[in-house]
């Protein structure tokens, strides 16, 4: 029937594999789920620096199943692409669907849960950062005095040098202590 | 930061406008220079401001307005002065250079930075480089290490290409050597992961499940998968051991081969009872002989003693599998830092979402549990101080509690001996007597009692538990399960107490009427477990959609569970009587998956609840061992103490099974003098004493390590707050010191020394030392400009 087209050459894949916890079939998979957000857009060669470049908006990427209902899908969208406006290209896509698998490990899912839950970037989860997730969870169902409430728990309960902020430092020991952040961190491709 | 915290704490209580008014002391002649102050200021900050003119009345809300302006600058400085201590400075730290600690550098690095900052993370790869060459590293540890740095793909792949090129330029010949083999490992490695997701069942269908229920009702399904894939290489041990040449046996050397005619022929019905013509065929151990198998000459495989080893073969398997995959579990799950507050908020906030939610109506439940929650921890801690019960309501609550125990200790006694009444009643005397009693029925009526004993009994339990008010619901889900376990635990014991008893000494081949029995119990569990998926979320749907009033049934995750530990554990106790269990047990789990995974989908909702899936799972693999080493107990009794039936099977002639291989030691005891003092001194008292001596000495200090760095952490702790502190503190004094000190410049001499004295927020003379040089310090700057 001719010759196949080739989605990826084999350095292609290679490199694939080595810098993600992904198998070779598994990136043909993702890549197949890529396509089907914007088939227009996504043409079937991708070799070359086409798979950084070609780009599906954030529109399309909120309506997938997998992030649809999540409430965080914007700041992950935002932190995984590479130009932190939530477009991704196939290489973002790719990495983010490795940190969300199974087979990654506590330390790299815990440094963009962090980065994830970091709205104003400053590298530290202050009150603001805390307050935004919380309504998020919640839809904006608690009222304000709820809401700085429980942050304040958190805050006592995780913050060690007192300073009202978690640091990345402090945020990694707790999450060390938590057993169910793998289980939840964790979307199935 | 943590002044700036500070510092915008005061501005919004007004702390720091008390403050600066106890601490002004201001003469009149210092207007003048507060209006150019003031002036200079307003030119710089470009700002209008009403300030009143220089006027010792209001001095108040004068430099009020010039310290606000002048804060903004401080805190810039303050963010920069920040930014350069030490404990910011993460690539500086100094550590030991082994491939940990890079990886973790490596993370740490890459978070510390901001990761648009470009230009400062190639000068991070470079460093990064830099250090690899000093490591002696392989191929596969910088894979590792690139694949776990949190950055773009892009960049990994470019860093892999670099460090990769880099690598190859500079290799001495065994580093060479160390290379391909690092190659070959890693080609080895990538292989496994292929070959690994043939394991990977049911992905699609796990994918629905967690998309609609989320992880809780997710993690029973896995746990199903994971017994399935154990069975696996049990079932592949036993085919390939012991059934296969009792075939070969059957068909090739015995006369008349193959299955004897003048025993039963296959009727359907065997498929429930597991007799008739299932009972001369290699399911059971009464039909396995204890001769040689000989098809090729002069190979002889001995059955008796091939029975004995792949029986341990299997248990010793099984045993490594449960132990690592608990440790496992309770190293990933159970990090307990022990005895420090526990997590909870943080837990609701950051591990509360379940990123596997794809369903609208998962995510809605989701959220609505997430605020139920959130409203129980705050009734919960607003109620502590209200919750004072008082004398009476603590006697009676212990008395219930009491009262429960007390009823399930009955329920349990009063199980077990309805067990041991209707097996003697209805599985023996009909053997013995061959009395007219329906065939069928007494056989199967010991397992469908024990099943329906298993089915209501726990209702019970759920009743007293509720009536018992526990203070946490986990609490209660651990002493149900606790409960249930024990029921069937008893019955079980009850069981094997009976056929060790009564059943070895009554029957003729009493090893295959045991096997039977278990076989049934396993046919009789998957009918009742899908019956209870039939009538209790089937038939609840189909209700549910007629009455309003009845909603659909939650899938009780728990219940279903613990199901699967019951069944797996009557696997190991019939293993060694039926061989072929691990098939039936196969074929059961796979019925049970697809009927589960369509009925939660078709029939059940997705619970208000939260469920500790990480927890709990390492509670269900402990069960699991449990019942495995009870399993094993029981059936070592069996191998051991009891005499094997004189008509069928591989032991027909030995006092015990286990004979065999003390017969085999006790012959090469005799033929090898060596071998003689070896096993003598094994197995003398004195060795085996100091055996468990020195494992106790290990188990003790293993503790007192784990003790003393429970203790360090919590120094460190209070360190990490005092150091915390430490900075606010300092930061503190600098700031007033500079504040205060620009003023009190313009009058040096007395005047300085009581301001400073006055301001310097430390008691000690040293302090005030300090405060006093620096605001000095201050001064003679401005005097050299």
């Not at chain 2, 199980?415 to 599985?427: D, K, Q, R």
């Not at chain 2, 619901?473 to 079980?492: G, I, S, W």
């Not at chain 2, 060795?687 to 290990?698: K, N, R, T, Y």
């Amino acid at each position: 029937m001719g010759n196949k087209v080739v989605t990826f050459t084999e350095p292609q894949l290679e490199a694939y594999q080595d810098c993600t916890f992904f198998t070779r079939q598994d990136v043909l998979r993702v890549f197949k789920r890529f396509r089907e957000l914007a088939p227009e857009l996504i043409p079937d060669d991708m070799s070359g620096e086409l798979a950084s470049q070609i780009k599906i908006p954030l529109e399309k990427l909120e309506e997938m199943p997998e992030l649809k209902e999540n409430p965080f899908r914007r700041r992950i969208c935002e932190i995984f692409s590479d130009e932190g406006n939530g477009d991704m290209s196939f290489d973002d896509f790719l990495d983010m669907f490795s940190v969300f698998s199974e087979a990654s490990s506590r330390d790299i899912k815990s440094t963009y849960a962090f980065r994830i839950y970091d709205y104003d970037g400053d590298n530290h989860l202050g009150k603001g950062d805390l307050e935004k997730t919380l309504v998020a969870l919640t839809q904006n169902s608690l009222t304000q005095e709820e809401v700085n409430f429980v942050v304040n728990k958190v805050l006592e309960e995780t913050d060690l040098d007192d300073d009202g902020m978690l640091s990345f430092v402090e945020f990694e020991h707790v999450i060390s202590r938590a057993p169910e952040f793998l289980n939840t961190f964790h979307i199935r491709i | 930061m943590a002044s700036e915290s500070n510092l915008s704490t005061f501005h919004e209580n007004g702390v720091y406008r008390r403050r600066v008014a106890e601490n002004a002391q201001y003469s009149p002649s210092d207007e003048e220079e507060e209006e150019n102050v003031t002036v200079t200021l307003r030119k710089q900050t470009g700002q209008q401001n009403g300030v009143p003119n220089g006027d010792g009345g209001t001095p108040f809300s004068t430099e009020f307005v010039n310290d606000e302006m002048e804060e903004s600058l401080f805190d810039q400085s303050m963010v920069e002065l920040r930014n350069e201590l030490p404990s910011r400075q993460l690539d500086a730290l100094p550590e030991s250079v082994t491939w940990t600690a890079l990886r973790r550098r490596a993370t740490v690095i890459y978070h510390a930075t901001m990761t648009n900052n470009r230009h400062r993370e190639d000068d991070l790869v470079d460093s990064l480089e830099r250090e690899i060459d000093l490591v002696d590293s392989s191929p596969q540890n910088i894979v590792e290490a690139v694949r776990t740095m949190p950055t773009t793909l892009s960049r990994k792949r470019n860093i892999k290409r670099r460090l990769s090129s880099r690598r190859k330029t500079n290799l001495t010949r065994t580093k060479l050597v160390k290379y391909w083999f690092g190659m070959f490992w890693q080609q080895t490695k990538y292989q496994f992961r292929k070959w690994r997701r043939i394991f990977d069942l049911w992905s699609s269908h796990l994918t629905v499940i967690e998309g609609c229920f989320g992880t809780s009702v997710a993690s029973y399904f896995i746990f199903l998968k994971w017994v399935l894939l154990m069975n696996i290489p049990i079932f592949l041990l036993t085919f390939g051991f012991l059934v296969i040449p009792q075939i070969l046996y059957r068909f090739y050397q015995l006369d008349p081969s193959g299955y004897e005619e003048k025993y039963d022929s296959f009727t359907g019905i065997e498929i429930l009872t597991g007799a008739g013509f299932f009972t001369h065929t290699e399911m059971y151990y009464g039909f396995y002989t204890d001769e040689a198998v000989e098809i090729v000459t002069d190979l002889k495989y001995k059955m008796k003693y091939a029975y004995l080893l792949t029986c341990g073969g299997y248990y010793l398997f099984c045993l490594i599998l449960l132990g690592y995959s608990y440790l496992k579990s309770y190293r990933k799950y159970y990090i307990d830092a022990g005895g420090t507050i526990s997590l909870y908020y943080f837990n609701l906030v950051y591990c509360g979402w379940d990123y596997g939610i794809k369903s609208q109506e998962a995510s809605a439940l989701k959220q609505s549990s997430i605020y139920q929650e959130i409203k129980e921890y705050l009734n919960g801690s607003n109620m502590d101080q209200a919750n004072r019960k008082s004398r009476q309501d603590m006697c009676r609550k212990w008395a219930f509690i009491f009262f429960s125990w007390l009823v399930v200790l009955s329920l349990l006694a009063g199980s077990g001996y309805l067990t041991y009444t209707v097996s003697i009643e209805l599985s023996i005397k009909p053997e013995l007597d061959n009395s007219t009693s329906i065939p069928v029925v007494s056989s199967l009526a010991m397992p469908v009692v024990l099943s329906t004993i298993q089915l209501f009994v726990p209702m019970i339990f759920t009743l007293l538990e509720k009536n018992e008010n526990y203070s946490q619901p986990k609490y209660e889900l651990y002493v149900h399960m606790f409960r249930d376990m024990a029921l069937k635990a008893t019955m079980l014991a009850v069981l094997v107490y009976f056929w060790f008893k009564i059943a070895a000494y009554e029957l003729e081949c009493w090893e295959t009427f045991v096997g039977e029995e278990i076989y049934r119990l396993v046919i009789v569990d998957l009918i009742f477990t899908l019956g209870y998926s039939f009538f209790m979320e089937f038939c609840r749907k189909l209700i549910s959609q007629k009455l309003k009033s009845v909603e659909r049934a939650e899938f009780a995750t728990g219940r279903h569970t613990l199901e699967l530990v019951y069944s797996q554990s009557l696997c190991w106790l019939g293993l060694f009587y039926c061989p072929l269990l691990p098939v039936v047990v196969i074929l059961k789990l796979i019925i049970i998956f697809y009927i589960k995974r369509f009925s939660v989908v078709q029939n059940c909702r997705p619970s208000l609840k939260p469920w500790r899936a990480s927890r709990t799972h390492t509670i269900f693999v402990g069960y699991l061992f449990v019942f495995f080493i009870l399993s094993c107990i029981a059936v070592g009794f069996g191998i051991f103490l009891i005499e094997p039936s004189i008509s069928c099977g591989p032991y027909k002639n030995y006092d015990t099974s286990y004979q065999v291989m003390t017969d085999v030691i006790d012959k090469w005891k005799e033929d090898n003098d060596v071998v003689k003092e070896a096993f003598s001194f094994i197995t003398s008292p004195g060795f085996i004493s100091g055996l468990l001596v020195f494992l106790g000495m290990i188990l003790y200090y293993t503790r007192t390590v784990m003790l003393s760095h429970r203790e360090r952490v919590e120094q460190f702790k209070i360190q990490l707050a005092s150091e915390g502190k430490d900075k606010k503190f300092l930061l503190n004094l600098l700031n007033q010191v500079r504040v205060r000190g620009r003023r009190a410049s313009k009058h040096p001499g007395p005047r300085l020394h009581r301001t400073m004295e006055a301001i310097s927020p430390s008691q000690s003379a040293g302090g005030k030392v300090f405060v006093k040089s620096v605001a000095e310090g201050a001064l003679i700057a401005p005097a050299n400009n």
